[in-house]
């Protein structure tokens, strides 16, 4: 079975600044897809980023972009000039291509300050 | 519709009562996921469709928890006999696939927050 571990259950940066969010995840699998959600204090589910497991290219998304180490099974989330409306909680998921494994596997998140 | 809606929003029940609880996905999404979040922890997987199929339901934590997707499209997740214990936020998520596999990302709805008292 697929296993997400996000190892950091808090973190904390100073607006405007850079901070990176760890995580790392076990598979078998060679083609599968991770992402990044956040959850505000709404507790709505956000997409921040995606990242396709062929693709050697790391994605970006304006302020957010990830480090992704597929040989590592590493994939960080970095959030450069922090705003305080990155103030969250943020998921790593994992999901496979095919079958059972198509089923979206979250890790057990991070907490995410931002001092103004 | 515009997104996946979950109905109702918010639900408080006595324990031993039955909840159901209404998900309607994004028009022509072919997958359908039901989770369930307690406060401070990752969303945790109950079960899946395929269209009107139920693909997996490994994450379902007993036989009081059940789910329905008849016609493919709205789906309701039921628990019977609610305990305390099932208090928790529960999600659902959808998602548009290719005859070939997944194509990526889950949408997901606002949630249901449930309370048994």
């Known amino acids: 079975a697929q296993t997400v571990t996000q190892s950091q259950p808090e973190m904390s940066v100073q607006e405007a600044e850079t901070v990176t969010l760890s995580c790392t995840y076990d598979?078998?699998?060679?083609?599968?897809?991770l992402f990044w959600y956040k959850q505000p204090p709404s507790r709505q589910m956000i997409l921040v980023i995606r990242?396709?497991?062929?693709?050697?290219q790391n994605a970006t998304e304006n302020r957010f972009s990830v480090n992704f180490q597929k040989a590592a099974k590493s994939f960080s989330l970095k959030i450069s000039d922090s705003q305080l409306g990155d103030a969250a909680m943020y998921f790593c998921?994992?999901?496979?291509?095919?079958?059972?494994?198509?089923?979206?596997?979250f890790g057990k998140g991070i907490t995410l300050s931002v001092r103004p | 519709g515009a997104g996946v809606s979950q109905s109702p929003r918010y639900k408080v029940t006595k324990r031993g009562q039955d909840v159901a609880l209404r998900c309607d996905p994004i028009?022509?999404?072919?997958?359908l996921y039901w989770y369930r979040q307690a406060l401070g922890q990752g969303p945790e997987f109950l079960t899946y469709?395929?269209?009107?199929?139920?693909?997996?339901k490994s994450g379902l934590p007993n036989d009081r928890f059940s789910a329905e997707r008849p016609e493919g499209s709205i789906s309701t997740l039921t628990i019977q006999r609610t305990e305390q214990r099932d208090s928790a936020m529960y999600r659902c998520?959808?998602?548009?696939?290719?005859?070939?596999?997944?194509?990526?990302?889950?949408?997901f709805g606002e949630g249901s927050r449930l309370t048994v008292l």
């Open positions: 990242q396709e497991a062929y693709k050697q």
């Open positions: 998921a994992y999901r496979g291509n095919t079958g059972a494994n198509s089923k979206l596997t």
């Open positions: 998520a959808s998602s548009l696939e290719a005859r070939t596999g997944v194509t990526g990302e889950l949408f």
């Open positions: 469709f395929n269209y009107e199929a139920q693909q997996d």
């Open positions: 028009s022509g999404h072919v997958s």
């Open positions: 598979t078998s699998e060679s083609d599968y897809y």
